[in-house]
T-cell receptor
Framework: GAVVSQHPSRVICKSGTSVKIECRSL??????MFWYRQFPKKSLMLMAT?????????EQGVEKDKFLINHASLTLSTLTVTSAHPEDSSFYIC???????????FGQGTRLTVV | LAKTTQPISMDSYEGQEVNITCSHN???????ITWYQQFPSQGPRFIIQ?????VTNEVASLFIPADRKSSTLSLPRVSLSDTAVYYC?????????????WGAGTKLIIKP
């Protein structure tokens, strides 16, 4: 099946710094990528949908200035958590859809810990 | 309010068939129903997807009734490695807006 690579898998950062998470589709072109956040023992929460070459669409309650999403190419989307705080500590997961396909492929996830 | 509902947890034994049902009102007319498996600290893994009736692949079957307001994931002859959380995902239309709605997940524990 299609492969989505997410990097880094784990990151620890200091409060106030910014962290960038990359999501790459390795063997297909992803016109749409999704970013999710998962709190402990909770379901995935969709944060935003990004389409290549356009601005991301954020879900209600998600601060677009805090969670910057860039989808500059058909194989790469990035999520930058700006001025991170301990409450931003979470598991972040991306997924990507192949062109014309309804199946989404997920990255491995990134465990962010803000200290 | 669009919502998906699935059992919080289930137990079963190796070699048994396990059925997990997800109810989903307000599912979008043309949208698929997808099930994912997630192990701790990993991203969800696609299991199966269907639109209606029955779909079968090498790992599972998916049963969807005609009204599409629910779906049942069927795992044949489970093993210990099937212990995971299983999520259903549907698209729903709320106030003319399309949304992806995840179930809360069913924690499946397989015992020897």
């Amino acid at each position: 099946g299609a492969v989505v690579s997410q990097h880094p898998s784990r990151v620890i950062c200091k409060s106030g710094t910014s962290v960038k998470i990359e999501c790459r589709s390795l063997d297909f072109q992803a016109t749409t990528m999704f970013w999710y956040r998962q709190f402990p023992k909770k379901s995935l929460m969709l944060m935003a949908t990004s389409n290549e070459g356009s601005k991301a669409t954020y879900e209600q309650g998600v601060e677009k200035d805090k969670f910057l999403i860039n989808h500059a190419s058909l194989t790469l989307s990035t999520l930058t958590v700006t001025s991170a705080h301990p409450e931003d500590s979470s598991f972040y997961i991306c997924s990507a859809e192949d062109r014309g396909d309804t199946e989404a492929f997920f990255g491995q996830g990134t465990r962010l810990t803000v200290v | 309010l669009a919502k998906t509902t699935q059992p919080i947890s289930m137990d079963s034994y190796e070699g048994q068939e396990v059925n997990i049902t997800c109810s989903h009102n307000n599912i979008a007319t043309n949208d698929y129903i997808t099930w994912y498996q997630q192990f701790p600290s990993q991203g969800p893994r696609f299991i199966i997807q269907g639109y209606k009736t029955k779909v079968t692949n090498e790992v599972a079957s998916l049963f969807i009734p005609a009204d599409r307001k629910s779906s049942t994931l069927s795992l044949p002859r489970v093993s210990l490695s099937d212990t995971a959380v299983y999520y259903c995902l549907v698209g729903a239309v709320m106030d003319s807006n399309y949304q992806l709605i995840w179930g809360a997940g069913t924690k499946l524990i397989i015992k020897p």
